[in-house]
């Protein structure tokens, strides 16, 4: 295995300087201009596998812009005592000149201006090293003649792509452009956009000869908005002619799609992430975001598939699949169904698409495995519809028997009734299939939260656009989201079954918001209305215990079991505190996935702190409202703001979770709930006179109340998302396997478990994290859990205020100790930008 070559270690310390001099807008020409973050992309795509033992180095940059992604490449070599020449070339003069003054003090090189596509400057020159950033989805129609000229010529020996797109141009003239593989080769790192990964036509033709030709070597997926100019999604392809590197029916995809950091509302790619990807281009060892795979699962296959409903009319849509997967009678089995008479209108077409995205994961799979462990079978809505699908423009007078009006929007409730409103044609009408579907079901399913999960799913998969994905309105469009949308299938009695307990559950809900009501009319009766619906919720809060992280589960245990009112009053106030607490690290925790915007964020809160005369060092219950109050915001901000790598970053900080969970912990009404505990508990330990037996009887109840409250707001959050305690790991092929406790429930010791995850957790360490996360959540250290060596059971132990060096942690559960002293060095890191200590 090749060490890191030693240029690379200058890409990583590439100076502050260099890296502002990169996003300079006074600099002419500034279009022409990449990012550092691209630059360095770039410069570990040349370097991870370059020999270390060349002490010569010559690189070509056919669209060199203003030179900083050259010029970071020579001074890597350079610093490593390579001699470089350099030869750029780009059409706009003024960029070019400035390229010259950057690199005006290095020798050996030459700028030249000129259309590369057109004309080679310097076609003497062979390259060691090329890389291309070329304008994406540069349109080279006004040079289609002077292309084929050169084609003629030799050039351009793989082919010509269509004329919207020049990318798969610049990379033939770049492989064209490398020292023959007898004398040594070279290696080519260049960006694209998507739509060159995935077109058909010529430039998939062009596409599939470079890979059967055996030079294509790896692709990585970036954060969307590296670039300066445009938000457009990149990704960096690596190619070589070098002997034994590539070749032999294999490629490397990586994702690196939410590593990112956000500062000033700009985002980089911090040294972690380029380090991850210089390790995995190096040794082409599988890891947590990259893997090796053969060329074949490149492979997507479409066609136009059909069904004839059994009103006659003839449904038609397209269907993609990727990984190889042939569009075949298993296919449309599992996918559809026996007995649905779905057809295939076409013979399939083959193209080699080098989006990794496919490869990595589809929640596609996720969702339908949790619908079959239920037994469940899940279809697509394609083949359950009587007609193809209606945007809902005008109202809507009558509901015909099986229509459901389903929104299109992110949020919204599906319905069998009337829609409120016809939203903009931000609805769709459907007819379901005679007897195969209940409507009443299939609403409230897709109104849960697994059902809001299929819904975006779907409006995700057959939106059109990178950047900004949009539902079109065409019926092929519509119908393509019916084929996306998953939908469970369980026998007609459970389907009948269950419409029937959801129709039941919310009339109970009706009748409680109405018995609610009639208190205020008839105050002499609230005890007795209050006292006939309580036995319906007497037992369900221990359940919810065992769901709940080990630290808050026997805080509120603690106080459930209390003797007295007044224990049980401090104890559920306690408790409240441990919830805030615990609420506040997650997302500190969720937050600093993203460094820098989190480094701005809790600047802020610090400043909100102090002027609130509040602060980290000893922390309230209103220190902890203020943090999550505030990180609460910023996240939803996030996910409203529909950014597909911002919302992927946000689900993998928390290890994965889905996105409605997501939108469910970070809610308004959870702050809300807080907030409103909060003010309680001041009102409470303000008031300094004798406090009733029947007030703090009353005082109980209302914290009982909000306890069921906020197990409404949260769902079923806590039992998709486990805390636990790391142990020993084991390495895998895409990941670790690592065994955890679970410190789950009101007792200990705890269950050890195994978990699929991607990145190691430290040993002994608390995390979030579900089977198969890619990133587990390490939770910041204001959450604490100490074992006693005599027999094992645990305390948990919450942070509470800082003297001196010494951190003090308290314990809301009554354990053998109540305090617990920490020295500050030991948990520095949780305070982050809270403080500044």
Not at 165 to 194: C, H, M, N, Q
Not at 224 to 229: I, R
Not at 444 to 465: E, H, P, V
Not at 663 to 687: C, D, M, P, Q, Y
Request: with cysteine; charged share 25%; glycine share 8%.
């Amino acid at each position: 295995m090749r060490n890191t070559h030693p240029a690379v270690r200058y890409v990583f310390r590439s100076s502050e300087g260099e890296q502002q001099a990169g996003q300079d807008r006074s600099t002419p020409g500034e279009e022409w201009t990449t990012s550092p973050s691209l630059a360095r992309a770039l410069a570990v795509g040349c370097l991870s596998r370059l020999d270390p033992s060349l002490s010569s180095v010559d690189i070509w940059d056919p669209a060199a812009g203003t030179g900083l992604a050259g010029s970071l490449l020579v001074e890597a070599l350079r610093s490593a005592g390579i001699r470089v020449r350099y030869r750029g070339q780009d059409i706009n003069e003024a960029v070019v000149s400035a390229s010259r003054r950057r690199f005006a003090d290095v020798p050996d090189v030459e700028l030249a201006v000129g259309n590369t596509l057109e004309r080679d400057e310097f076609a003497a020159f062979t390259a060691n090293l090329v890389i291309v950033d070329a304008p994406w989805g540069l349109h080279w129609a006004r040079s289609a003649k002077r292309v084929e000229s050169r084609r003629r010529d030799g050039a351009f020996g793989f082919g010509v792509p269509q004329t919207s797109d020049s990318t798969w141009l610049f990379i033939s003239l770049a492989l064209e452009k490398l020292r023959p593989a007898a004398e040594g080769g070279g290696r080519v790192a260049a960006l694209a956009s998507p739509g060159a990964l995935s077109a058909g036509g010529a430039s998939g033709v062009v596409r599939r000869r470079i890979l059967e030709a055996g030079l294509f070597e790896s692709v990585t997926r970036l954060p969307e908005g590296l670039a300066p100019n445009t938000s457009i999604p990149l990704y960096l392809l690596t190619f070589t002619n070098k002997s034994g590197e590539a070749g032999r029916g294999k490629a490397m995809i990586a994702d690196l799609q939410t590593q990112f950091t956000t500062e000033h509302r700009h985002r980089t790619m911090p040294d972690s992430a380029l380090q991850e990807l210089e390790s995995a281009l190096r040794t082409g060892k599988s890891g947590p975001r990259n893997r090796s795979i053969g060329l074949q699962k490149f492979i997507r296959r479409q066609a136009w598939l059909s069904r004839c409903s059994s009103e006659g009319h003839l449904l038609s849509w397209r269907i993609a699949t990727y990984r190889d997967t042939g569009i075949d009678a298993q296919l449309l089995e599992s996918r559809y169904g026996r007995g649905f008479d779905v057809s295939v209108d076409e013979e399939q077409r083959e193209i080699y698409d080098l989006d990794p995205s496919r490869i990595f994961g589809d929640d596609a799979r996720e969702l339908q495995k949790d619908i079959h462990e239920k037994g469940w079978s899940s279809r697509r809505l394609s083949c359950l519809i009587a007609a193809a699908p209606e945007r809902v423009t005008e109202p809507i007078r009558e509901v015909r028997e099986g229509q459901l009006f389903i929104p299109t929007t992110r949020i919204g409730r599906v319905s069998a009734e009337v829609p409120d409103s016809v939203a903009n044609g931000r609805i769709l009408s459907i007819r379901l299939e005679g007897e195969l579907v209940d409507p009443d079901f299939l609403a409230a399913w897709l109104n849960s939260d697994q059902g809001i999960s299929s819904r975006r799913r779907a409006i995700d998969a057959s939106s059109s656009g990178t950047h900004v994905r949009a539902l079109r309105s065409d019926a092929h469009s519509l119908m393509r989201w019916a084929d996306e949308l998953i939908v469970p299938v369980p026998g007609k009695a459970v389907q009948r079954a269950l419409a029937s307990a959801d129709e039941r559950l919310a009339s109970f809900q009706a009748e409680l918001s109405r018995q609610r009501e009639s208190v205020w009319v008839s105050p002499e009766n609230a005890e007795e209305v209050v006292s006939r619906i309580a036995s319906a919720f007497d037992n369900s809060l221990g359940a919810w215990f065992e769901q709940l992280p080990f630290p808050v589960a026997s805080a509120l245990w603690t106080a459930e079991t209390a003797t007295s009112l007044g224990d049980r009053l401090e104890a559920y106030l306690h408790a409240w505190e441990a919830l805030a607490i615990l609420h506040a690290t997650v997302l500190l925790s969720a937050s600093r996935s993203d460094p820098g915007s989190s480094a701005e964020t809790e600047a802020a809160i610090r400043q909100v702190l102090h002027d609130r005369h509040l602060g980290i060092e000893r922390a309230s219950f209103g220190t902890w409202v203020v943090i999550l109050e505030k990180l609460s915001k910023n996240l939803r901000r996030a996910l409203e703001g529909g950014d597909p790598d911002e919302i992927a970053r946000i689900r993998a900080a928390f290890a994965g979770l889905d996105e409605s969970a997501i939108e469910r912990f970070i809610s308004k009404a959870v702050v809300e709930k807080f907030k409103e505990l909060n003010t309680k508990r001041n009102r409470w330990k303000g008031h300094g006179g004798h406090t009733s037996e029947q007030e703090r009887r009353a005082r109980v109840d209302s914290l009982d109340s909000d306890l069921r409250e906020f197990r409404q707001l949260l769902g079923n959050v806590w039992s998709q998302l486990l805390l636990v305690r790391a142990g020993s790991a084991k390495r895998g092929r895409d990941g670790y396997v690592q065994s955890a406790e679970v410190a789950i429930g009101t007792r200990s010791p705890f269950v050890t478990q195994d978990f699929r995850v991607g990145d190691a957790m430290l040993d002994g360490e608390l995390y979030l994290v579900r089977d198969g996360s890619q990133s587990p959540l390490r939770l910041s250290q204001f959450v604490l859990l100490r074992t006693s060596p005599r027999n094992t059971q645990c305390t948990s132990y919450f942070y509470n205020r800082t003297e001196g060096n010494t951190v003090h942690m308290v314990s809301y559960q009554y354990g053998p100790e109540s305090e617990w002293e920490v020295d500050v060095e030991d948990v520095r890191d949780a305070f982050g930008a809270l403080t500044t200590l």
